[in-house]
Nanobody, 119 residues
Framework: QVQLVESGGGSVQAGGSLRLSCAASGRTFSSYRMGWFRQAPGKERERVASIAWSSGSPSYADSVKGRFTISRDNAKNTVYLQMNSLKPEDTAVYYC????????????WGQGTQVTVSS
């Protein structure tokens, strides 16, 4: 069973940076794509970024391109989301998720970590 544990959330002023971590366990993740999602109060969940574990090929939502970077450390089985130039609209609960490359749906989720950006 896949287990995902996020960390690194917190409060920061606009323009600041945070790095989120997602420790993954329970599988060999070479056949997985890992994603970061976020959900703000009253809004739908939004995919922020994703990365293929084996190739490292990233994908980003337009709203974060040029500001956020997703990466993974194979030795540590950890996925990171480096968030720079944060804006108040980035405030949300951020979730790590995983899916098999052959699956269209993310079916493993972490518990989430709060990111709050103040103006």
């Amino acid at each position: 069973q896949v287990q995902l544990v996020e960390s690194g959330g917190g409060s920061v002023q606009a323009g600041g940076s945070l790095r989120l971590s997602c420790a993954a366990s329970g599988r060999t993740f070479s056949s997985y794509r890992m994603g970061w999602f976020r959900q703000a109060p009253g809004k739908e969940r939004e995919r922020v970024a994703s990365i293929a574990w084996s190739s490292g090929s990233p994908s980003y939502a337009d709203s974060v391109k040029g500001r956020f970077t997703i990466s993974r450390d194979n030795a540590k089985n950890t996925v990171y989301l480096q968030m720079n130039s944060l804006k108040p609209e980035d405030t949300a609960v951020y979730y790590c998720a995983a899916r098999l490359l052959s699956s269209p749906e993310y079916d493993s989720w972490g518990q989430g970590t709060q990111v709050t950006v103040s103006s």
